[in-house]
């Protein structure tokens, strides 16, 4: 990838090469025929490519962002194209009172959530621990874990058997990298989340699962890595390239879906070949 620097949270428009979210790939068969998914992050990277994939099952969508406007409305466009309605929210979840609108906004506008992906998330690439600031650490922790917490807890009183809570978690979440510090910290969080929430929630029959994607190409990467990570990245994975969006969305479906009904408290790999443990 060549160094393309942004501001964060990125734009996908100004990426080179372009991502593919699935807009002419993904088909859908019916999956989440009239569910209603709400997903923080959805204007672009993989939550872009989540929403496709959802409106091709069947699923209306409420899509929350921060203030990418044009991104959004591109996501929209989409999903309107499948069929299915797009409703757009944009707001910061950092703030508790955002989560718990976007909560009341979804159930005004549908009238149920059946699914709750968690996907926003914020990091900064740093060589120091020293160069992270208060400020970032704590914008780090509030957008990736807090705003999870609220949205999840916000979410459950509205929940009924069979319905989904998914987490984006990260490879990161067991390979931390030295300069992502925070950022990999809320990922390891994400998925012990995932993973005591799926067994708390289980008898009432909610299911709680993560996906840990590796390297994808989102507006995300140029705006928070410094210039020899973009150049190289992906490069240092099995595959030796980095993911498209479009390939981790899948696993959003599956984990959303019927086929999944004895999978809770799970983290899918998505990560080009690099193992787990």
Not at 53 to 78: F, K, M, Q
Not at 101 to 113: Q, V
Request: net charge negative; with cysteine.
């Amino acid at each position: 990838m060549k160094y393309q620097p942004q501001t964060p949270p990125g734009t996908t428009d100004r990426l080179d090469p372009q991502p593919d979210h699935g807009e002419s790939s993904y088909q859908g068969s019916g999956k989440l025929t009239d569910r209603i998914a709400l997903i923080t992050g959805g204007d672009s990277g993989i939550g872009r490519a989540v929403a496709i994939a959802y409106a091709r099952e069947g699923a209306d969508v409420l899509i929350s962002y921060l203030d990418e406007h044009n991104d959004a409305r591109e996501t929209a466009h989409w999903v309107e194209q499948a069929g299915r309605r797009a409703v757009l929210v944009p707001g910061d979840i950092q703030e508790a009172s955002h989560c718990r609108s976007l909560i009341d906004r979804t159930i005004a506008e549908f009238g149920r959530l059946d699914i709750l992906v968690n996907n926003a998330a914020y990091q900064m690439a740093q060589s120091s621990l020293e160069d992270v600031s208060d400020e970032e650490w704590s914008r780090t922790m509030r957008t990736n874990l807090d705003a999870m917490f609220y949205l999840s807890k916000a979410a459950l009183p509205h929940l009924k058997r069979g319905a989904s809570i998914l987490n984006t978690t990260s490879v990161n979440s067991s390979i931390a990298p030295p300069f992502l510090v925070a950022y990999s910290a809320t990922k390891a969080g994400i998925a012990n989340f995932t993973a005591s929430l799926g067994q708390l929630v289980a008898e009432r029959g909610i299911r709680v699962n993560c996906v840990a994607p590796g390297p994808i190409w989102t507006p995300l990467i140029p705006a928070t890595m410094q210039r020899e990570q973009v150049e190289s990245f992906g490069a240092q994975v099995p595959m030796k390239r980095p993911g498209q969006p479009a390939e981790v969305a899948p696993v959003f479906v599956f984990l959303a879906s019927d086929a999944a009904s004895y999978v809770t408290g799970a983290r899918y790999e998505v990560t080009g070949g690099v193992p787990m443990l």
